[in-house]
């Protein structure tokens, strides 16, 4: 199978790993889904779910409760590249 590479900072990596280990995926398969899923416009038509990724929420928790396991998840990577926090998710 064909390889891609890209460089990235150390602060980058980490982003890439934590994001990763949020959805459940290896970083290889986690750059393969977002890189094709951006390609075909995976957010708008939702029409191929072998290339959707999302952070892992655990079963049986309430809604408030996953927004705010998304919400931390992704501001817990934005500190890492020192990226201003969102607070409207």
Not at 40 to 67: A, L, Q, R, V
């Amino acid at each position: 199978m064909p390889t891609i590479s890209a460089k990235v900072s150390k602060k980058e990596l980490d982003a890439i790993h934590e994001y990763a280990n949020a959805c459940g995926e290896t970083v290889s398969n986690l750059i393969r889904k977002v890189v094709i899923g951006e390609a075909i416009f995976i957010h708008w038509t939702n029409d191929s779910k072998e290339y959707e990724c999302e952070i892992s929420i655990p079963d049986n928790i309430s809604g408030n409760e996953e927004t705010r396991i998304v919400k931390e998840t992704h501001n817990k990577i934005r500190r890492m590249l020192t990226l201003k926090e969102l607070d409207f998710i």
